[in-house]
């Protein structure tokens, strides 16, 4: 976990800027717009390399994840990511080659980036974006989803689709996790809450899979060492209901990969926006560095795309979460933090969490949200 900066630092970090597709290079302007004025104030410096991802990388060099690209990254400190994928397009080309595939699962199994941190919060002045009543939200949405990266599912083999005798099709996944991910996630969990809340609940499915059983197993193992917590295990299905019935029980939900997958996304919808939810994707800790992958939660939104009206802030807020995992820089990334809830308060809103009936809204391009957010720094 990063420790608190006292003074300025003097460091040097070589970040890795892929905006891909869509809204990408939109939000990542504002974000590298707002990573500058932290640059400005706090004395690190930053080195910041753009390249080209997604189906950038396919136009520009004939693949998803270019080799100048990769070699880009290897070189860095950290990762800046945008999104990358276009539906009118990725059918076009075999799966194996499609974006999500070829760049962004290669990226994690590249850097071993085996831990997913996706915080949702959702400020008080955004309560109307919530799909829930507003009793249903109590003193305010504040949830961290832990969510194991590299295991599971979607990395599992066989990974195959194969023809049988009678001419049927069968698909096959597998479910596949070792003792050893699924402790070295759980510890990632228990870290988390011991600097919020204490309190981790962990989702399986140990009424049905065997990988559920050793999931609460080893879950249950790893609690011992962390006393001061307390943890609670969930099935996933009843866990995918108590989000919209009851959201403010839950501090930090520790899940396997498809599960978090799939109910990261269900919270994010609890903070109005997916253009609101930021995402650090972690891999092992090199003395005082952690190599990082960070993302906006949503998608490349081609639907409006190179129009000025995405929401910057979930790449923002990326970027404020590359500055504390990766860099220990926490009084910055707190800048940065405190600097979005400003620009909120003071009414500034990208389409998707405005609302007319709101007498503080001012309705903001991408450019104005990311000025305003730089402005406050």
Known sequence: MPKLRHRMSKQTYKIAALAGDGIGPEVM???????????GKFGFQLEVTEAAVGWAGIDAAGKALPDETLALCRESDSILFGSVGLPDRDPTI???????????????????????????????????????????????????????????MYFGQPKTTETLEDGQQRAIDTMVYTTNEIERIARVAFQSAQLRRQHVTSIDKANVLENGVLWREVVTKVAADFPDITVEHMFVDNAAMQFLLRPTQFDVVLCENMFGDILSDEAAA???????????????TSGERTFGFYEPAGGTAPDIAGQDL?????????AAMMLRHSFNETEAAAAIDTAVATAITAGHRTGDIFSPEDPNAKKATTTQMGDAIAAAI
């Open 29 to 39: 302007r504002e974000a590298l717009k707002v990573l500058r004025a932290a640059e």
């Open 94 to 152: 075999p799966k194996e080659e499609r974006p999500e595939r070829a760049a962004l699962l290669a990226l994690r199994k590249e850097f071993g980036l085996f831990a997913n941190l996706r915080p949702v919060r959702l400020p008080a002045e955004l309560a109307h974006a919530c799909p829930l009543k507003v009793e249903r939200q109590g003193d305010g949405i504040d949830m961290l989803v832990v969510r194991e990266l590299t295991g599971g």
């Open 270 to 284: 609890l903070a109005g926006s997916l253009g609101m939810l930021p995402s650090a994707s972690l891999g092992a």
């Open 310 to 318: 995405a929401n910057p802030i979930a790449q923002i807020l990326s």
